[in-house]
C-alpha cells in the first residue's frame, strides 16, 4: 500500500521519563478512514504513545509521519494546527468554565468560522446546545466527555485521539460514546482509541495493538484480536 495511505506512521519509536523506559521500539500505523484501539494494562503506555504523536513528549529515538510529514519536535500547536487532536485520558475539561467557552478554547489554534464550527457541534450533540451555558463542572461524567470530544472537533482535525474515553462511565453510557465515536470515523476522522473496556473498543474498531509494557506483543484486525486466545484471556476474561 502506498505510504500516504497512513494518515499517522509511528517507527521504532522509544520514550523514557528519567530512568523510566515507558515505550520501547514501537511501531504503529493508522490508515485514512480507520479507528485503530491501542490495548493495554496500566502503565503499558497508551497515553506516552498519544501524548508524543501530539507534540508534548520528547522521544528518545524514532521517527513519527503524520499525513506523511515527519513531525519529530514539532511542537503541539502546530500539530493541532495540522490537522490532529489529543481528548485527554480523564476527559480535561475546564470545569469552572461554560461549556460553549470550553469549546471556544478547543477552536482557539484556528478561530475562523468558530461561530459554524459551535453551530455543527451542537447539531452532532444536541446535549451540549441545550447545555451551553452550563458550567462544565456540573456536566455528568458521559456529558462531560462529549464536550471533551466536541472541544476536539472545533479543531477541524482529521486525526483524533481519544484516551480512554469509557473510565469512570456507566455502561449505557459507554455505548453512547462508543457510537459518537463510529458515527465520528463515518463522517471521515480518523481515531487512536486507548481503552481498557477492551470488547467494546474491538467490536468498533478496524485494528488494534497490545501493548505491554512499553512494547507492542501483537496487532491485527479487531476481529482476529477478539478471537486471539492469549486476548481473550489478559483482557476479555475469557
Ligand atoms: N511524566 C511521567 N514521569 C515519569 N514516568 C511516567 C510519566 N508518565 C508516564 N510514566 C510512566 O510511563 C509508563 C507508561 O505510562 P502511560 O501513562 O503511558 O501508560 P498507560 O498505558 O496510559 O496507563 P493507564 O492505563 O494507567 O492510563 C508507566 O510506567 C508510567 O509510570
Ligand atoms: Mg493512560
Known amino acids: 500500500m502506498a505510504q500516504n495511505d497512513s494518515i499517522l506512521k509511528i517507527n521504532n519509536l522509544s520514550v523514557a521519563y528519567g530512568h523510566v523506559q515507558a515505550l520501547n521500539d514501537i511501531s504503529l500505523d493508522v490508515k485514512r ?11 503499558a503506555g497508551k497515553t506516552s504513545i498519544m501524548e508524543t504523536v501530539l507534540g508534548a513528549n520528547v522521544p528518545v529515538s524514532g521517527d513519527i509521519e503524520f499525513k506523511g510529514m515527519h513531525i519529530g519536535g514539532v511542537p503541539v500547536d502546530k500539530n493541532v494546527r495540522n ?5 485527554p485520558e480523564g476527559r480535561g475539561v475546564f470545569s469552572s468554565m461554560t461549556v460553549m467557552d470550553n469549546l471556544l478554547l478547543g477552536a482557539h489554534h484556528n478561530l475562523k468560522n468558530s461561530t459554524e464550527k459551535l453551530e455543527l457541534v451542537f447539531e452532532s450533540f444536541p446535549v451540549l446546545g441545550e447545555r451551553r451555558t452550563q458550567v462544565a463542572g456540573t456536566l455528568s461524567g458521559g456529558e462531560r466527555q462529549m464536550l471533551a470530544i466536541a472541544r476536539a ?3 477541524s482535525p482529521e486525526m483524533i485521539m481519544v484516551d480512554e474515553p469509557s473510565i469512570g462511565l456507566a455502561p449505557i453510557i459507554v455505548n453512547d460514546i462508543f457510537e459518537i465515536l463510529v458515527n465520528l470515523n463515518k463522517e471521515g476522522y480518523s481515531i487512536l482509541l486507548s481503552e481498557q473496556n477492551v470488547y467494546k473498543a474491538l467490536k468498533i474498531a478496524h485494528r488494534g495493538y497490545v501493548l505491554e509494557t512499553g512494547k507492542i506483543t501483537k496487532s491485527g484486525t479487531a476481529e482476529e484480536l477478539l478471537n486471539d486466545e492469549a486476548v481473550r484471556e489478559a483482557y476479555l476474561g475469557a
Open 83 to 87: 490537522g490532529m487532536f489529543l481528548v
Open 33 to 43: 478512514g480507520e479507528i485503530v484501539v491501542l490495548v493495554g494494562a496500566n502503565g
Open 153 to 155: 472537533l472545533m479543531s
